[in-house]
Each structure stands twice: as C-alpha cells, then as structure tokens.
C-alpha cells in the first residue's frame, strides 16, 4: 500500500503541476506525457513525514520490481527510475493499475479487525482525557463502553433505498441507556466491504468514493475507516454522557464529534504505535488530507459558506437544508472534512477540544455552550484551514495558526537519513 500511496502523490503533484502549467500555457497548447518528477519543496508536512518513516519499506519494496527511489538534491526533486530511464506519469498510473488489480484479485484486508484496533486505541486514549464524565458512575465504565463498541459489516441486498446512506460509515444505537444514565447504551460500527456487495452496487460504492476499481476502493476503505473510526466512538461517548441535540439533523452533535476527531486519530496511532505498520498514521492522514482537498474543490461558493457558517457557530448554525442536509454527499463531506480541518498533532489541543465538547452536563442539549469556553489556539479560524495544513513545509507562515502542535517539523534531510548523498529509499 505504501507503493501506491507515494505513486498517488506523485501523480497527484504532477497533476497539480500541468494544471498551472495549462494556466500559463495557451489552451491549444498540448502537453506530452511528462516525467515523474516530484519537487518534494512542494511537499506538505504530513507527506514528507510518511517519507521520513517509510523509506526503507519502500527501498525494500520497490527493488523486488526493480524500481530505484532516488533524490536529485541540486534539483530538489525525486524520481523513480528503471532500467536507467525515468518514469512517466503514464507509468505510475498503469502500474498502479495493475496494483489494484491485484488487490482486487488476492488481497482481503480485515477492515472488522482494523476498526476493532481502533475502537482499542480510542478507548485508552479517552479514558485518560475524559475521566470527569465518570462522575457519579461506577469507576471504569467509560473505558467498559467504549471497549464494547463493536464492528458489525452492514449487508445490502440490492433492494434498499438511499444506497449512499445505508453504507455510509456510522455508529448506531443497538439499546438504549437507561433513564438514570447508570446503564449505558451499547452501539455498533457499521462498515462495508466492497467485496460483499454485487457488481452493479460495488460499481455504486467505487463511485460514490471516486475509485476507478475495487482494489483502489478496497485500498480507500484501510484509510477512511482507520480515520474516521475515532469519529464514530466520540458519537458514542456523546450517548454515554446523554447529550442531545433538539434539531432535526442534529448538526451540532455532528460538528462536536468531528471537531477533535482528527486530533483523536492522531494520538490513538501514537498510543498503538508499537502494533501499526510502519509510517501508518502519516500515510492516512497525507490520504484523508488530499481527499479534503478534492471535496473542497468540488463544492461552489454557496455550500463553501454553508461550511463556514455551521463550522464557525461550532454547529449552532444549521446549514442549508436544500443544499446540504438533504443531500447526504455533502452532508458527510461536511462532518469529514472538519474532522481534517480541525486536526491538531498535540496532546494539548486534543484535551481542549474535548474539554469543550463534553463541557455541557449530562442529559442536557449540546448547543447550551458559548464561545469563551473554547481554548483560543483551537478555536476555528477564518478560512478553510486544511488549504494551509496542504501547504509546502517551506512556507512557515502556514503555520502560524497551529501554535499548540508538538510534532517534528519534517525537514528534506530527515528523509536523506542515514543514506548516500542522493539516494532516499
């Protein structure tokens, strides 16, 4: 997978590329297949970190096909040669064909046991941060529900209506908590794999994920639930404090559970470090960020306000109900790009956002907060934040908005560590 991850970013950067190029170009002007060449200044933060920590399994992986990874440093750029000539970008996109064809043919990837990993991970981490919601509980039952939350794959028969929303990734609700709040509720993670569904709805399901296949879809899935798992048991741990929300769509429960969600993935993947494969958590959220970016391109000036508008109100605000909450697209691109676009690397940030989220008392409604309660480096900031997270590393200035985030800064020559002059692996 980290094969097709570095071959989707390079492709994607030289996309990016030929675009401006096309800008500056006349429009009669074609534009022949151009090298691979990735300029790693362009790079942001969170891509160069995945290749700091998964060189040398992509060394070790590219060689069995004999494909060298190499660095030009005068030129500040990285390439991918074979047999002495440098690939095209017409190369990496066949070879990632063939890729997912493959993973289509011989992989099964245990997306119930990536999410049991996570629903783990969550559970140790939320237990530390919000031990104050045990209050007048019997000690240990935060850590009890959470732990018992549980990965169920959801069948489809070809039948049902609203495809998109019966297999949309979400928790629900298998029994109610009690009056009291003493017995929690017990939920469910629903989950789909594209290989149980039949070849016209998997044909649906790659669409609805902009996949051109099902080993790519099958590859997508690994990331979006990984990620969006932490999501799912933060809605989980807001039925175990009995908050609720009067409004239909409950848009401020959602914006409360995707608010630290990507905080949370963070440090769970920190928390579970020892058990994860090499440069995971970087290699999801480089991912989650890039698909951020594309649902973002793709809303007009209209449903980008709408955004802004409930994202700012800290879900106070509603957003449209023609252009949003009845269009279940736009309304879960909505909850997963916040969750990207209020992601901090820092132990910090994530107890401040969870502070706030879980500030209002048992059984009470989730909008009776102000905004004076939220620690001012987490708050929300004018204009759309994961374009900044997007930006090259080189550009400091991006970064002014994260003043609580505690991760390395990664540097070019992180990834040149241990290595020859020119050669990352």
Same mark, same amino acid.
């Given at each position: 997978?980290?094969?097709?991850?570095?071959?989707?970013?390079?492709?994607?950067?030289?996309?990016?590329?030929?675009?401006?190029?096309?800008?500056?170009?006349?429009?009669?002007?074609?534009?022949?297949?151009?090298?691979?060449?990735?300029?790693?200044?362009?790079?942001?933060?969170?891509?160069?970190?995945?290749?700091?920590?998964?060189?040398?399994?992509?060394?070790?992986?590219?060689?069995?096909?004999?494909?060298?990874?190499?660095?030009?440093?005068?030129?500040?750029?990285?390439?991918?040669?074979?047999?002495?000539?440098?690939?095209?970008?017409?190369?990496?996109?066949?070879?990632?064909?063939?890729?997912?064809?493959?993973?289509?043919?011989?992989?099964?990837?245990?997306?119930?046991?990536?999410?049991?990993?996570?629903?783990?991970?969550?559970?140790?981490?939320?237990? !530390?941060?919000? @031990? /104050?919601?045990?209050?007048? =509980? #019997?000690?240990?039952?935060?850590? &009890? %529900?959470?732990?018992?939350?549980?990965?169920?794959?959801?069948?489809?028969?070809?039948?049902?209506?609203?495809?998109?929303?019966?297999?949309?990734?979400?928790?629900?609700?298998?029994?109610?908590?009690?009056?009291?709040?003493?017995?929690?509720?017990?939920?469910?993670?629903?989950?789909?794999?594209?290989?149980?569904?039949?070849?016209?709805?998997?044909?649906?399901?790659?669409?609805?994920? !902009?996949?051109? @296949? /099902?080993?790519?879809?099958? =590859? #997508?899935?690994?990331?979006?639930? &990984? %990620?969006?798992?932490?999501?799912?048991?933060?809605?989980?741990?807001?039925?175990?404090?009995?908050?609720?929300?009067?409004?239909?769509?409950?848009?401020?429960?959602?914006?409360?559970?995707?608010?630290?969600?990507?905080?949370?993935?963070?440090?769970?993947?920190?928390?579970?470090?020892?058990?994860?494969?090499?440069?995971?958590?970087?290699?999801?959220?480089?991912?989650?960020?890039?698909?951020?970016?594309?649902?973002?391109?793709?809303?007009?000036?209209?449903?980008?306000?709408?955004?802004?508008?409930?994202?700012?109100?800290?879900?106070?605000?509603?957003?449209?109900?023609?252009?949003?909450?009845?269009?279940?697209?736009?309304?879960?691109?909505?909850?997963?790009?916040?969750?990207?676009?209020?992601?901090?690397?820092?132990?910090?940030?994530?107890?401040?956002?969870?502070?706030?989220?879980?500030?209002?008392?048992?059984?009470?409604?989730?909008?009776?907060?102000?905004?004076?309660?939220?620690?001012?480096?987490?708050?929300?900031?004018?204009?759309?934040?994961?374009?900044?997270?997007?930006?090259?590393?080189?550009?400091?200035?991006?970064?002014?908005?994260?003043?609580?985030?505690?991760?390395?800064?990664?540097?070019?020559?992180?990834?040149?560590?241990?290595?020859?002059?020119?050669?990352?692996?």
């Amino acid at each position: 997978m980290k094969v097709a991850t570095v071959f989707e970013f390079i492709i994607s950067a030289m996309d990016t590329r030929v675009r401006s190029m096309r800008r500056m170009e006349k429009k009669s002007s074609v534009i022949t297949d151009p090298l691979a060449v990735w300029d790693f200044t362009t790079a942001n933060r969170f891509q160069l970190s995945f290749l700091h920590d998964a060189q040398d399994s992509l060394r070790s992986t590219l060689e069995l096909i004999d494909i060298k990874f190499h660095v030009e440093l005068a030129k500040k750029s990285i390439i991918l040669i074979r047999d002495k000539m440098v690939l095209r970008v017409s190369d990496l996109r066949s070879a990632l064909a063939d890729i997912d064809a493959m993973t289509e043919e011989y992989v099964r990837f245990d997306y119930h046991h990536i999410i049991e990993t996570m629903i783990e991970g969550s559970s140790k981490v939320l237990n !530390r941060h919000c @031990s /104050k919601l045990e209050r007048g =509980r #019997r000690p240990g039952s935060l850590r &009890a %529900f959470t732990a018992n939350i549980k990965p169920r794959a959801t069948k489809v028969d070809g039948k049902i209506t609203q495809f998109r929303r019966h297999t949309t990734f979400r928790i629900t609700e298998e029994n109610k908590a009690t009056a009291d709040h003493n017995t929690p509720p017990t939920c469910s993670i629903l989950y789909t794999d594209v290989l149980d569904l039949s070849d016209e709805d998997a044909q649906t399901f790659c669409i609805n994920l !902009r996949c051109d @296949s /099902k080993g790519q879809a099958m =590859r #997508r899935l690994v990331y979006k639930y &990984a %990620f969006l798992t932490c999501r799912e048991v933060l809605k989980g741990v807001q039925l175990y404090a009995g908050q609720r929300d009067v409004e239909r769509f409950q848009w401020c429960r959602e914006h409360h559970a995707s608010y630290p969600a990507g905080s949370l993935f963070l440090a769970v993947c920190e928390e579970l470090k020892k058990i994860l494969p090499t440069a995971f958590t970087f290699e999801v959220f480089s991912t989650e960020l890039r698909e951020s970016i594309f649902k973002w391109a793709g809303w007009d000036i209209e449903i980008k306000n709408d955004f802004f508008a409930w994202r700012d109100s800290y879900g106070k605000t509603s957003p449209s109900m023609l252009r949003v909450s009845a269009n279940s697209k736009v309304s879960q691109e909505f909850k997963e790009v916040l969750c990207v676009d209020s992601c901090y690397v820092s132990q910090w940030a994530l107890q401040q956002q969870l502070d706030f989220i879980f500030s209002v008392r048992p059984a009470q409604n989730v909008r009776r907060f102000v905004n004076s309660e939220i620690a001012l480096q987490v708050r929300h900031r004018v204009g759309s934040r994961i374009l900044r997270l997007n930006a090259p590393t080189s550009s400091n200035s991006t970064q002014r908005d994260v003043p609580c985030c505690d991760a390395r800064p990664p540097i070019v020559a992180m990834c040149m560590q241990s290595k020859g002059p020119s050669e990352v692996s």
